[in-house]
């Protein structure tokens, strides 16, 4: 697509569920980011997937966050047993690599997921 | 661990004024990014720099990555109330993983 694509844009939930964030990146780029970005806060490293290469997970804040990233492409971001401190814009990114020439690193963002947990 | 500091931390001009906003850098860059966010939206990605002494400008904005390469800085001129929002600058210290800035909130008075 023309853009990094989220979907849905907001989602209110309860506490205790769980809920999937989607994110569908720029063809062509292998690169995707996943951050939180909490009210009046800086961008939250969470995940970040490069080809087939095993995923850093560095950035999950918990075991009720995972993310997975289908045939290079789409990622979709799963938070199980919702708490209301996951309440957060959640931003994914992508680039057409990462490491190496600085140009090839530009992040493109989503427009976000707003989650709210209630 | 590198780290990106900018100021000023919010900002409110008079439209038609010109601003400046700063990151400096704990670390030597090898190559800054600058991006913009409007509230409640993602970020919108500037401009780049990537050599000493660079200098880039878009429309009305100006950003240069000093001599030194520890910091940067982003210069309106004459804003107006389209260029409200946030700034951020990011690098990528020679791995994958992106650092932000603060953020600079950025308010123009009509």
């Known amino acids: 697509g023309a853009g990094v694509s989220q979907s849905p844009s907001n989602k209110v939930t309860e506490k205790g569920k769980d809920v999937e964030l989607r994110c569908d990146p720029i063809?062509?780029?292998?690169?995707l980011y996943w951050y939180r970005q909490s009210l009046g806060q800086g961008l939250e490293f969470l995940i970040y997937f490069q080809g087939n290469s095993a995923p850093d997970k560095s950035g999950l804040p918990s075991d009720r966050f995972s993310a997975e990233r289908t045939g290079g492409s789409v990622s979709t971001l799963t938070i199980q047993r919702t708490q209301q401190e996951d309440s957060a814009v959640y931003l994914c990114a992508s680039s057409w690599r990462s490491g190496g020439a600085v140009a090839k690193n530009i992040q493109y963002f989503g427009a976000g997921t707003r989650l709210s947990v209630l | 661990s590198q780290e990106l500091e900018q100021s000023p931390q919010s900002l409110i001009v008079q439209e038609g004024k010109n601003l400046t906003i700063n990151c400096t850098s704990s670390?030597?860059?090898?190559?800054l990014y600058w991006y913009k966010q409007k509230y409640g939206e993602g970020l919108i990605f500037l401009m780049m720099?990537?050599?000493?002494?660079e200098e880039k400008s878009h429309e009305k904005i100006t950003a240069k990555l000093d001599e030194k390469k520890q910091q940067s800085s982003l210069h309106i001129t004459a804003s107006q109330p389209s260029h409200a929002g946030i700034y951020l600058c990011?690098?990528?210290?020679?791995?994958?993983?992106?650092?932000f800035g603060t953020g600079t909130r950025l308010k123009v008075l009509a």
């Open positions: 990011g690098a990528a210290p020679g791995t994958y993983k992106y650092i």
């Open positions: 670390k030597t860059l090898y190559g």
């Open positions: 063809s062509g780029h292998t690169a």
């Open positions: 720099l990537q050599k000493g002494g």
